[in-house]
């Protein structure tokens, strides 16, 4: 929680999830960039009130604008120093780069 600072600026935290059954301390971040008019503030739930959909941030135009934020990212004062508090908590991780539908609100 206290790294998403660092990412806030340009709104690419769609939503983070973690597991309360079945296997426990599963967490799932969804990344995207740019945002639209109306967007939510960057960290938070993705649903309204009783499940209806919010506005969310785009999707990143491409691997080379994802990579180019990322890179921001370790420019940021203090970035690094949680990163390195992070890492010994991950037993393993997995990254997927996934295209949003047409009817995605992440278009």
């Not at 296997?23 to 960290?43: I, R």
């Not at 990212?73 to 780069?97: F, H, Q």
Request: one cysteine or more.
């Amino acid at each position: 929680a206290r790294a998403i600072k660092y990412r806030q600026e340009n709104q690419e935290a769609v939503g983070g999830f973690f597991s309360q059954i079945g296997e426990l301390y599963v967490v799932h971040h969804l990344w995207g960039k740019g945002g639209h008019p109306g967007a939510p503030p960057a960290w938070g739930p993705c649903w309204g009130a009783q499940g209806a959909p919010r506005a969310l941030p785009t999707a990143y135009r491409d691997l080379q604008s994802r990579e180019e934020t990322r890179n921001a990212a370790w420019r940021k004062r203090g970035w690094d120093e949680n990163v390195y508090y992070t890492v010994p908590l991950i037993r393993t991780m997995e990254s997927r780069i996934m295209i949003p539908l047409r009817i995605s609100p992440l278009q």
